[in-house]
């Protein structure tokens, strides 16, 4: 398959690495030729001259501009094989209007993690998706990460739960190489103590049969330590402030 990308950012590139480990021939276009030749000489990929010449080539257009670019980019864009959009908040519905209702259409939500190849990518699809089509579009999620089948009213969700709490994580991990900083401890061995011990500790979850609540009650023996400094959290609404969050993110998306 020849799959063509029109907007060429950071997560478009990040995809691109991962369907490297895949037969796909891969051409891009981006804001402009120059900018378009430029990375491709970075990806080892192909340039096209427009974005117009590139979907009269391709079998499958990625979408990787943003959401508030699509109005002017896709206005003067004719489509006639499957797209697939990586953009929050650009519903199907939406996306068909755009494009051609007819056509058959994919939404993706990948997140930072494609940058490794270890993305959570949501996928869903419109009607006119064939079974081998999501086959082949499940394969281009899953190199470079993992994919799972989201229905897309639950879209939202999904980007606060999967694509917004990256940051978030970092957020605590920063938060906690602070609080050994404070103690003494230098920033960098800090931050490497609690990036370690978040990694396991997610490990541990997956691998395992026990749930987070399991795994607070192992670590929390009577009277010790671990369960005075979840008490503090409680106290001061960590659960309470991280579901917030989520509200705020899903709030936002639906408003895009």
């Given at each position: ?6 907007g ?22 981006g804001?402009?030729?120059?900018r ?8 080892n990929?192909t340039?096209?001259?427009s974005h117009?010449?590139?979907i ?6 990625v979408?990787g501009?943003?959401?508030?670019m699509f109005e002017?980019?896709?206005s003067?864009l ?8 990586m ?7 939406r996306?068909?209007?755009l494009t ?8 993706i ?12 990518t949501?996928?869903?699809i419109?009607e006119?998706?064939?079974e081998e089509?999501?086959?082949s579009?499940?394969?281009i ?9 989201i229905?897309e009213k ?9 694509g ?6 970092y957020l ?10 404070k103690?003494?401890?230098?920033k960098?061995?800090s ?6 011990t978040?990694l396991a500790?997610?490990e541990n979850?997956l691998?395992?049969a ?19 400094g979840?008490?503090?959290?409680e ?12 509200d ?9």
């Open positions: 398959m020849k799959i063509g990308f029109i060429v950012g950071k997560m478009a590139s990040a995809i691109i690495n991962g369907l490297k480990t895949t037969s796909h021939d891969i051409i891009i276009s804001s402009s030729l120059a378009s030749r430029e990375i491709a000489e970075q990806l990929v340039a096209a001259p117009q010449e590139l009269d080539q391709v079998d499958l257009v979408l501009i943003k959401p508030q002017p980019v896709l003067e004719h489509f006639h094989q499957p797209i697939l959009s953009a929050a908040g650009v519903t199907l519905e996306l068909g209007k051609n209702p007819e056509l058959p259409l994919i939404r939500m990948p997140n930072i993690n494609a940058q490794i190849l270890k993305s959570t949501a996928i869903c419109n006119h998706v064939s089509l999501l086959t579009a499940k394969e999620t899953d190199s470079f990460g993992t994919t799972f089948d229905p639950d879209f939202d969700t999904f980007t606060a739960l999967a917004s709490s990256p940051a978030y994580i605590f991990i920063e938060a906690l190489a602070k609080a050994g900083v103690y003494g401890i230098p960098g061995k931050l490497e103590i609690v990036t370690q978040v500790s997610a979850l691998q395992g026990d749930s987070p609540h399991d795994l607070i009650d192992k670590i929390s023996s009577p009277g010790g330590t671990t369960i005075a979840l008490l503090d959290l106290k001061t609404g960590l659960t309470a402030s991280v579901i917030s969050s989520i705020a993110t899903i709030d936002k998306a639906k408003n895009l």
